[in-house]
C-alpha cells in the first residue's frame, strides 16, 4: 500500500536515482522527471501528491515549473518541495514568490527530507534507526 | 568509502576563493575610499572659487555706476564673466578674453601668454586681430620666465602693468634676426608702433601665470590710466579662468578615473562573485550527491543487498572522481590565471606530442566509433613550449571533439607551419556550435546549452584552461563552427618564445592617446619591413626621465613589463640623449656598448633609432635579430630612421585630433597595408635587399642622406596599392588584357592614397606616383617625361623593373642578372634614366652574380 505518489525532478541522475530508493524504502511511489518540460507533463498524466522539484535545470527552470503549477487551479494544492544548490536568501524568497511550500538547500539529508514530506502529506514519522552522518 | 581528502580537498578551495574575494573588495572599496576624497577637495576648492569671483562681480556693479563710458566696458567685462563661468574649455575662454581687451580697451592686436610651469615659458595662447602666419610665429616663440622677468622694471610700471615706450629704446639693438625697430620721432600723445604694454597675470598669491600683450589702438593715443586699469580688470578674469580651467581639468581627471576605477571594480567584483557562486554550485552537484548516497549506505548498513551496495559506492567513487577533478581544474586556472604559474619551455616535436594524444584518446574514440586522423605537413614538427600543457590543450580539444560527435564521425589533428608560427587544427563532424555560442565557449564553466551536460558529461572548465595555455605561449586559439556540420578549433603557437606576438605594456604616459592597436601595429610594421624578428618600441617617461617598452614583438612580457633605462644610459639611452640613431654590429665587440649578447638575441647586431615629434625625443626604436641571421647594415639604418619619421608622423596626426576615431582608422589602415606588403614581398625571393639596392644607388648617384632614406622607405612601400588589386589578375598567365591593365596602371595612386595619413613629405607621394613614368613619356599614370620625373622615382623605377624580370611574374619567367642588365641598358634613354642604369650596372655587376647563386641554392 503506497504512502502516496510523488514526483521527483532533477537533471542529475543520480539525485533522482537516491530520492527513488529513499523514499521508495518509505513506502512511497515514485515517478521522475529529468527536466521542466518533462516534469509538467508528469504532474498532468501523473497526477502525483507532492513534487520535489530542481530549479537548476535545463528548459524550464523549477520557478516556472512551480509558477505554472500554483497558477493552475488543478494543480494548485499540490506541495511543491524546491530542492537547490542555490543557497541563498534570495533564491529561496523567489522561491517561496512564485508558491513552493517549502525551500531545501543541496547538499541536503535525504533523511531530512523525508521527514518533511511526512510532514507535509501529514504522515507521521516511520520509526527507524537512525545514523547521524 | 568516501575519500576524506578530497572533500577536505573541495571545502579548503571554497574557503581560499572566498577569503580571496573579501580581500578584493577591501582593497577596492580602499581606492575608492581615496578617490572620492580627493573628488570632494577638488568641489570645494571649485566653491571657493565661484565665491571669489562672485566677490569680483559685486566690486563690478559698483564701478559700474563711475562712468557711463566705463559702464559699457565694464559690462563686456561682466559678460565674459559669466561666460568664463558657464564655459570650461580654456582655449575657448581665453579667446574671448582677448577679444573683449580688443574691444573694451581699444587695442587691435592683443596677444595672451600663459606661462607652461613644466618648461618654465610662457607659451602663445589666444590671439586678436593677427593674421595665421603671425599666430604660428608667436606660437614657436617661447618666452623663457627670465627674459619675461627683465622686462618687470620699476620705470616702466604703470599701475600694475609695464608700458615700454619706444624712447627708451629697450630694443635699441637689432635682434637675433637681424630686425632693427624702426626709431622715428613720436607725435605727441601718439601710439609709435614700437612701443609695448604688457599686463602681467597674477595670482592672488602675486604668481605670474602669464601676460597680456596690447598693440595698436584704435585711437592711436598713447594709453590712459583709465585703459590700463580696465586692461587690468580683465587680467584678472583671465587668471580666474586659467585657474578655473585647470582645476575642472583636473576636476574632470579625476572624475573620469573616478569613474573607470568604479566600473573596473564592479566588471571585477561581479566576473569574482559569478565565478564564486558558479564554482560553489559546480563544488555542491558532486557534493550533494555523495553526501546523499553515504547517508542512504549509512541507514541501510544491516542490509543484505549488495548489488545496490555497491552500486551506491560506484556513485559515491565517480561523483569523489568528478570533485576531484573539477577542484584541480579550478586551482590550475586561478594559477594560470594569477600568473604565478611557472612554464618550462623545451624544443619537442608536436607531430609526436599529438600521436600521443591520439593514443590516449582511444578508448574514447573506440567507444564511438569515431575515426581520428592525424595530418601534418612535415614529419616532425619542432616547437619551444610546455610539453605538459600543451598535452593537455590537445587533449581538452580532441576529446571536446569526440564528445560532441556522433558514432561514426570522424575527428582530424591537422598540423601546418607558417613561417614562425605553428597551426594545429582540431576539426570534428559533430553537431557544431551555434553562432552566437561561439564567443562564450572559452568562457569558464560554459556549456553549450545545459541539457547536453547530462549527455556530455565535463566541468566546462577545458577551453578555458586550455585558452589560458596557449595565451601563456603568446598563441592564440580560435574556433569556428557550423551547427550540425562540424566545429575546427585551431591553435597558434610561436615556434619559439621570441616568435610570440606583439606584448604591449600599458602604463600611464603622455602618449596614451595612441591606442594598444595603434602601437601594435606600429610594432607589427616595424618588424616586418626591417625583416627583424624582434622589435620594440620605448616612449620616454619625462618624469622620471627614464625609457619604458611600449610594446614589442619577440620579447617575454616580463621583459616588456620591466625594463627601464635611464636617459643616458645603455644604448637605448643614448639613443634619447643624442637624438641620434645608432647602429652595432656586433655587441660584444663594440668598443662603446661592449657587453655579453643577451640571450633573447640570436644575433649580436642591433639598431636603434630615436622617434622624435618637433624635434623632441618621445621614444626609441630597437630592433634585432634580423630574419637573414646576418649584422644590420647602414642601409637598414637608413630605412629605419626614415620609418620613425612616419611614426612619429602618424602620432602626431592621431594626437593631434584625439578624438577623431578616422583618423586612427586611416592610420591604421596605413600600417595594415604596409605590413601585408611587407609580408607579401618578402615571399619573393631576393627581395628586401630593394631598400638596401635603392640606399646604394642612391648615394652611389650623389643623392643628399636624407633623400636616400626617402628612397629607402618609399623602396619598401611603392607597391602597397598592389594589395587592392583582384589576385587573379596579376596571376592570369599570359599578357594582361585591357582591363586587367587598367587596373595595375592604377596602382601608384592606390599606393600614394594608402601611405598618406602617415605621410608628410611630398617627395615620398611624387616618387611613388611616379615610378612608372617612361623617360620617352610613355609611362603612367601621367605621361611625365625626363627630367620632369623626380630623381627618385627614376631609380625606383630601375630597381623594380629589375626585380621582377630576376623575380618573374606570372606572365614572364624569370632571367638571370646578365639578361635583365642588359634589358636595363636596352632601354635606357626610353625607359630608363641612363645615368641611372650605369650607376645600377656599375653597382651591381659583380655583386649580384654572387647573390643570385646564393639564392639558387636556397631553391
Known sequence: MSKGKILVVDDEIYIVHILDFSLGMEGYEVVTALDGEQALEKVKTEKPDLIVLDIMMPKLDGYEVCKSIKSSAATQHIPVILLSAKGRNVDQKLGFDVGADDYITKPFSPRKLVERINQLLGQTVTERPTRSA | ?859
Not at chain 2, 135 to 146: A, G, H, M, V
Not at chain 2, 243 to 267: F, G, K, P, W
Open chain 2, 1 to 859: 568509502m568516501i575519500p576524506p581528502v578530497d572533500l577536505i580537498w573541495a571545502l579548503a578551495a571554497a574557503v581560499l576563493l572566498l577569503v580571496e574575494q573579501v580581500r578584493h573588495r577591501r582593497s577596492l572599496r580602499h581606492e575608492l575610499k581615496s578617490l572620492r576624497t580627493s573628488y570632494d577637495a577638488a568641489i570645494h576648492r571649485n566653491d571657493e572659487l565661484t565665491q571669489a569671483s562672485d566677490k569680483m562681480g559685486d566690486l563690478y556693479r559698483y564701478q559700474l555706476l563711475t562712468s557711463r563710458k566705463r559702464a559699457a566696458r565694464i559690462k563686456k567685462v561682466l559678460e565674459i564673466a559669466t561666460s568664463i563661468n558657464s564655459n570650461l574649455s580654456l582655449d575657448k575662454v581665453l579667446h574671448e578674453i582677448v577679444h573683449a581687451v580688443s574691444d573694451a580697451a581699444g587695442f587691435r592686436i592683443v596677444l595672451l601668454r600663459v606661462l607652461n610651469d613644466a618648461s618654465g615659458e610662457f607659451e602663445a595662447r589666444a590671439f586678436a586681430g593677427l593674421n595665421r602666419d603671425a599666430i604660428r610665429k608667436l606660437e614657436q616663440t617661447r618666452i623663457p620666465r627670465s627674459e619675461f622677468e627683465s622686462w618687470l622694471k620699476e620705470e616702466f610700471r604703470v599701475s600694475r602693468s609695464y608700458f615700454i615706450s619706444h624712447e627708451r629704446k629697450f630694443w635699441g639693438e637689432a635682434d637675433d634676426e637681424g630686425y632693427t625697430p624702426e626709431l622715428g620721432a613720436r607725435q605727441e600723445g601718439e601710439w609709435h608702433q614700437e612701443d609695448v604694454l604688457f599686463v602681467p597675470l597674477y595670482t592672488k598669491d602675486g604668481a605670474v601665470i602669464g601676460y597680456l600683450s596690447v598693440d595698436d589702438p584704435v585711437d592711436r593715443r598713447l594709453p590712459s590710466r583709465e585703459t590700463v586699469e580696465t586692461l587690468e580688470i580683465l587680467a584678472t578674469h583671465a587668471v580666474v579662468a586659467i585657474q578655473n580651467a585647470s582645476l575642472y581639468e583636473r576636476l574632470n581627471q579625476s572624475m573620469v578615473q573616478l569613474q573607470e576605477a568604479t566600473d573596473r571594480a564592479e566588471e571585477l567584483n561581479d566576473l569574482k562573485s559569478s565565478f564564486v557562486s558558479t564554482v560553489s554550485h559546480e563544488l555542491r552537484t558532486p557534493l550533494t550527491a555523495i553526501r546523499a548516497y553515504v547517508e542512504a549506505l549509512l541507514e541501510n548498513v544491516g542490509s543484505t543487498n549488495v548489488d545496490m551496495q555497491r552500486q551506491f559506492l560506484a556513485v559515491i567513487d565517480e561523483q569523489s572522481l568528478k570533485l576531484r577533478r573539477l577542484i584541480d581544474s579550478v586551482l590550475e586556472l586561478s594559477q594560470l590565471e594569477s600568473g604565478r604559474f611557472r612554464m618550462s619551455r623545451e624544443p619537442f616535436s608536436v607531430t609526436a606530442l599529438i600521436e600521443e594524444v591520439v593514443v590516449l584518446l582511444r578508448p574514447m574514440s573506440d567507444a564511438k566509433k569515431i575515426a581520428v586522423q592525424v595530418e601534418s605537413t612535415a614529419a616532425e614538427i619542432v616547437v619551444e613550449a610546455d610539453r605538459g600543457l600543451l598535452k593537455r590543450v590537445f587533449y581538452n580539444l580532441g576529446s571536446n571533439a569526440i564528445k560532441f560527435t556522433h558514432e561514426g564521425g570522424t575527428v582530424t589533428f591537422r598540423t601546418t607551419t607558417e613561417g614562425r608560427v605553428v597551426r594545429v587544427q582540431v576539426e570534428d563532424t559533430g553537431i557544431g556550435i551555434a553562432k552566437e555560442e561561439l564567443e562564450r565557449i572559452f568562457d569558464k564553466f560554459y556549456q553549450i546549452d545545459s541539457s547536453l551536460s547530462r549527455e556530455y558529461p565535463g566541468v566546462g572548465l577545458g577551453l578555458t584552461v586550455s585558452k589560458s595555455i596557449v595565451e601563456w605561449h603568446g598563441g592564440e586559439i580560435l574556433a569556428e563552427s557550423d551547427t550540425d556540420i562540424g566545429s575546427r578549433f585551431t591553435v597558434l603557437l610561436p615556434v619559439t618564445a621570441g616568435d610570440a606576438s606583439v606584448i604591449t605594456h600599458a602604463t600611464w604616459s603622455p602618449s596614451r592617446s595612441v591606442s594598444d592597436h595603434l602601437t601594435r601595429l606600429t610594432v607589427e610594421m616595424i618588424a616586418e619591413v626591417m625583416n627583424a624578428r624582434t622589435a620594440s618600441l620605448m616612449l620616454v617617461d619625462e618624469e622620471r626621465s627614464e625609457l619604458y617598452i611600449r610594446a614589442a614583438r619577440g620579447l617575454r612580457e616580463e621583459v616588456v613589463c620591466g625594463t627601464r633605462i635611464k636617459i643616458g644610459d645603455s644604448i637605448a639611452g643614448w639613443v634619447a640623449k643624442h637624438g641620434q640613431p645608432l647602429l652595432v654590429t656586433n655587441i660584444e665587440e663594440d668598443p662603446r656598448f661592449g657587453r655579453p649578447n643577451g640571450h633573447q638575441y640570436e644575433t649580436k647586431s642591433l639598431l636603434s633609432v630615436p622617434v622624435k615629434i618637433d624635434g623632441r625625443v618621445v621614444g626609441v626604436i630597437n630592433i634585432n635579430n634580423k630574419i637573414s641571421c646576418t649584422p644590420f647594415t647602414e642601409d637598414d639604418r637608413a630605412l629605419l630612421s626614415s620609418l620613425s619619421d612616419r611614426v612619429a608622423q602618424a602620432w602626431r596626426r592621431v594626437s593631434d585630433h584625439e578624438r577623431s576615431s578616422d583618423r586612427t582608422e586611416e592610420t591604421a589602415k596605413a600600417l595594415a597595408a604596409i605590413i601585408e606588403n611587407a609580408r607579401r614581398s618578402r615571399l619573393k625571393l631576393n627581395s628586401g635587399s630593394m631598400a638596401g639596392r635603392a640606399v646604394s644607388l642612391g648615394r652611389k648617384l650623389g643623392l643628399a642622406e636624407e633623400d636616400v632614406e626617402v628612397l629607402a622607405y618609399v623602396a619598401s612601400v611603392h607597391d602597397v596599392g598592389m594589395g587592392q588589386i583582384d589576385h587573379s589578375v596579376l596571376h592570369e598567365p599570359g599578357r594582361l588584357d585591357e582591363e586587367a591593365w587598367a587596373e595595375v596602371a592604377l596602382h601608384p595612386l592606390r599606393s600614394a592614397e594608402i601611405v598618406k595619413p602617415i605621410e608628410f613629405q611630398e617627395l615620398v607621394t611624387e616618387i611613388i606616383l611616379a615610378h612608372h613614368e617612361r623617360m620617352d613619356g610613355r609611362g603612367y599614370p601621367r605621361g611625365l617625361k625626363g627630367e620632369q620625373i623626380p630623381i627618385g622615382a627614376r631609380i625606383i623605377s630601375v630597381l623594380d623593373a629589375y626585380e621582377s624580370m630576376t623575380i618573374g611574374r606570372p606572365y614572364r619567367h624569370a632571367m638571370t642578372h646578365a639578361d635583365a642588365l642588359q634589358e636595363l641598358r636596352q632601354c635606357k634613354g626610353t625607359q630608363f634614366d641612363p645615368k641611372v642604369v650605369e650607376a645600377f650596372a656599375q653597382l651591381f655587376e659583380s655583386q649580384e652574380n654572387t647573390k643570385l647563386v646564393r639564392a639558387g641554392e636556397v631553391a
